[in-house]
């Protein structure tokens, strides 16, 4: 079954610090990976895919086939990071992303 | 305004009513969702349109009845609202490569209380 993981409820890290919210996802093929934030009183939106292999706002993530896991990165935290975080999984279709259930993450000042 | 547009943002009904909940776009995207998320999970389809005219089941359809007569418009349905639910409900779009090759536009969501 398609499942994706984020083990963390809340993450709290200082700022300056570095940052890592982790993503593992069960998926016999090959997955497209994503990860949506949303910033207080703000819309769900992308923050990147694995595909394009770009860094957003100091961000990446790299995919991990062997150990399925996609975690997001940041060496040094900002306090508007602070956010929620989601890792979701497409498989073969155009319709289906598997969500995770979110990491909240507080950048303390 | 150009975006995804969700009404009413906040609604509670008494169990049995019927619900409707409206979703509008201005892209002309091919694609519209519509997900719920409950404290603790992620995301799950409810109801997805590929095109006007053109709806299917996601994950949790049960309960819920979509219709895509405009291609700018998607509205969610609860026939007769049960307390299970209560849920906030976000509406999507996206353009034709579909969720997976394109980014999903959300709108603000729509907190939905069934006492």
């Known amino acids: 079954a398609q499942r994706v993981t984020q083990p963390e409820k809340l993450l709290s890290v200082f700022k300056g610090a570095p940052v890592e919210l982790k993503c593992n996802y069960s998926y016999s093929g090959s997955p497209e990976l994503f990860w949506y934030v949303q910033y207080s009183r703000q819309r769900l939106q992308l923050l990147l895919r694995?595909?394009?292999?770009?860094s957003i706002k100091g961000f990446t993530a790299d995919l991990n086939k062997g150990e399925t896991s996609f975690h997001l990165k940041k060496p040094f935290a900002q306090e508007e990071d602070s956010a929620m975080y989601y890792c979701?999984?497409?498989?073969?279709?155009?319709?289906?992303?598997?969500w995770g259930a979110g990491t909240k993450l507080i950048i303390k000042p | 305004d150009a975006g995804i547009t969700q009404s009413p943002r906040y609604k509670i009904t008494e169990t049995g009513r019927q619900v409707t909940l409206m979703c509008h776009q201005t892209w002309s995207h091919s694609y519209m969702f519509w997900y719920r998320q409950d404290l603790g999970h992620g995301l799950r389809l409810i109801y997805y349109s590929a095109a006007a005219d053109i709806t299917d089941k996601g994950e949790v359809p049960d309960g819920y009845v979509v219709s895509r007569s405009k291609t700018e418009n998607f509205p969610l349905t609860l026939e007769s609202a049960t307390r299970s639910q209560t849920s906030v409900y976000f509406c999507a779009s996206s353009e034709m490569g579909g969720i997976r090759n394109t980014e999903a536009f959300f709108g603000q969501g729509t907190r939905l209380t069934v006492v």
């Open positions: 979701a999984l497409s498989g073969y279709s155009n319709y289906q992303l598997i």
């Open positions: 694995h595909i394009s292999r770009e």
